[in-house]
């Protein structure tokens, strides 16, 4: 099986010794993004609803980076600094989905890079 990294100056650069992501057979594995502004590596000023859009908006750019969109993923993991913010995370992210939503996990942890709010992961498929 081929393994190719994927990386675009359209979200933000990895702070670790990680890729945005990593094309492996037929699926993308696409590393965590948190509201990160691309180019300046700052937060996005706001709360949980521009930190959300932010995170997804950063995921996006990873995918189209590999030639796919958010209708080709198959799976996320939302982490939360606040599960009280689930709600308004649900309510945008299912913004982005289409018919076929992702499986999907949501946890709250005890904290996130840069004290971001949120991270999203994803798996999409290649076909």
Known sequence: MKIEKVAT???????GPYSQAIKAGSFLYCSGQ???IPGTGELVPGGIVEQTVQALDNLCQVLAAAGVD???VV????????LSDFAIVND???G?????????V???VAGLPKGALVEIDAVAWLG
Do not use: G, N, Q, W
Request: charged share 15%; with cysteine.
């Open 75 to 82: 799976k996320t993991t939302i982490y939360l600094a606040d």
């Open 106 to 108: 949501t946890v709250e």
């Open 9 to 15: 100056e359209s979200a933000p650069a990895a702070i």
């Open 70 to 72: 958010f209708s080709t």
């Open 96 to 104: 982005y989905c289409t018919d076929i939503a992702p499986a999907r």
């Open 34 to 36: 948190i509201p990160l």
């Open 92 to 94: 945008i992210y299912a």
